[in-house]
């Protein structure tokens, strides 16, 4: 076939111009974003429509991965919102989210800027995350004061050896905080693991609880049992996800197990040249059998704080209407 052949029929669907109305919905904006065939926006209408097809596909287990740092933004009460609704299965993430999600229960985060004087915020006793700041009352103090009462009552119930996804699950039960998203994760029965469990303050404090209590363990590999006991049977599976590193591969990884997942939505600021996962798109997790060769996926440039708003909005706002 030559070139002239494979491009004939290409050039069918015309560009249309976005439309604003005063009554427009989000949904109906990010229908709008597609047609308009505006390079970012039609992927964020893509995105959406997978994401749609995804969550309502009732054989598909759906993996939702992010990153701890949009835990301290606002972005924690989207999160929160699609663990309370149950629109996911499984939750892969980092330590940070943990430390986040816990220490924002009991004190406040703060609006920052990017250009503040680090130095002068170390001396104030402020740490800066982006343009977040974190008081160090608020983070490392408030988390060893409030949690190691909790792992202590845990371990009093006679039980000591627990995988991520399990001592995460008993903390949840123990709080009483609905903008949790492990509270939500712990009452809807969905697993959140942390393969990276020792990389925050959340990890510390159970490190710390060891020291006197010895036989208090995490079992790394009893997590791996469990994701295989998810997938193996999952007759079709799906990812958002947010953010690269150990929580990205983590998922894709045991959904090789299964020839890859069927949906996957990936929404990153990473570029590709570097050889990165964080940069590497979905198509490239196609040559390692972690996304199926005839998967529906798209990979989405932008800030995840602005990009997963408007997903998400868009995608409740269609499902509503379905």
């Not at 170390?122 to 009462?149: A, C, D, Q, T």
Request: one cysteine or more.
């Amino acid at each position: 076939m030559n070139k002239k052949d494979v491009y004939e029929n290409v050039a069918t669907v015309p560009v249309e111009d976005m439309k604003l109305e005063k009554d427009m919905t989000v949904a109906e904006l990010v229908d709008e974003m597609y047609r308009s065939g505006g390079f970012t926006a039609k992927k964020v209408g893509i995105a959406a429509d997978i994401l749609r097809r995804m969550f309502m596909d009732k054989e598909s287990v759906n993996f939702l991965s992010f990153p701890a740092c949009i835990i301290s933004t606002g972005t924690r009460g989207i999160i929160k919102e699609m663990v309370k609704r149950r629109m996911v299965d499984v939750i892969i993430t980092t330590c940070g989210t943990l430390d986040h999600d816990l220490a924002r229960i009991w004190k406040d985060y703060y609006h920052g800027d990017f250009l503040m004087d680090d130095v002068e915020l170390y001396h104030h006793g402020v740490n800066r995350l982006g343009n977040i700041l974190v008081p160090n009352e608020s983070y490392g103090l408030i988390l060893e004061e409030k949690l190691i009462p909790i792992i202590n009552e845990v371990y009093k119930t006679g039980r000591h050896v627990f995988s991520t996804s399990q001592i995460i699950k008993e903390v949840g039960l123990r709080l009483n905080d609905k903008d949790s998203i492990i509270y939500w994760a712990a009452r809807n029965e969905i697993p959140v693991y942390v393969p990276g469990i020792t990389d925050g303050a959340f990890g510390s404090q159970l490190w710390m609880y060891r020291q006197d209590h010895k036989d208090f363990m995490i079992d790394l590999l009893r997590d791996e049992q469990e994701l295989a006991d998810i997938v193996f049977p999952a007759k079709k599976s799906g990812a958002l996800m947010i953010g690269g590193g150990i929580s990205k591969h983590h998922t894709i990884w045991w959904n090789q197990f299964r020839d890859g997942l069927d949906y996957a939505v990936y929404l990153t600021t990473a570029e590709e040249y570097d050889g990165s996962l964080s940069g590497a798109r979905v198509r490239e997790a196609v040559s390692w059998g972690k996304v199926r060769e005839n998967a529906r996926y798209v990979t989405v440039e932008g800030d995840a704080t602005v990009t997963l708003p408007l997903l998400m909005n868009a995608v409740l706002g269609s499902l509503k209407r379905e």
